[in-house]
């Protein structure tokens, strides 16, 4: 059986738990992505709203 002391260093403060939670925050490791990414669901979006209408006429002349 091993026995071990303790490794906690009683003479350091403890970090504050926000300074701590700023270790974790999330990061943009690629720049510019969300923007990029961003973008494209516009066009993607107006797109499909472009076909929409398309097909709105459509159905509208063949009803006629």
Known sequence: MV???STVNNTRKKM???ERA???MPFSALKGLDE???EQE???EESV???TVKEDD???TEDN
């Open 3 to 5: 026995i071990r002391k």
């Open 16 to 18: 504050p738990v926000e």
């Open 22 to 24: 700023k270790q974790f």
């Open 36 to 38: 990029a990414l961003r």
């Open 42 to 44: 516009i066009i993607a």
């Open 49 to 51: 709203k472009t076909e």
């Open 58 to 60: 459509i159905c509208q």
